[in-house]
């Protein structure tokens, strides 16, 4: 599974692009650097949409390809505003 980071603007001008890119993984469209669209196939969304399917049945599934990085815990801790 292929991810593509679009940015809004990119979108707009490829949709076309953008359609393909989804045939192979989804596509996350950012508005000022930050994600706000998903795009997949109709297939990718009703397999994530069923109710009835757990994170681990989704991992379980034969053609399942996820990358997942945890964050360093440096990124994650920031001190208190106290003003």
């Known amino acids: 599974m ?4 679009l ?7 490829d949709t076309s692009g953008a359609k393909k890119a989804a045939a192979k993984g989804p596509v ?3 508005d000022r650097g930050r994600p706000t669209h998903v795009l997949l196939t109709i297939e990718d969304y009703m397999r994530l949409s069923q109710a009835d399917v757990s994170l ?3 991992l379980a599934q034969p053609d399942a390809d996820f990358d997942f990085e ?3 815990m440096g990124s994650l801790i920031k001190p208190a505003d106290l003003d």
């Open 70 to 72: 945890l964050p360093r």
């Open 7 to 13: 940015t809004s603007r990119e979108f707009n001008q």
């Open 56 to 58: 681990a049945d989704a």
């Open 28 to 30: 996350f469209i950012t």
């Open 2 to 5: 292929t991810v593509t980071t």
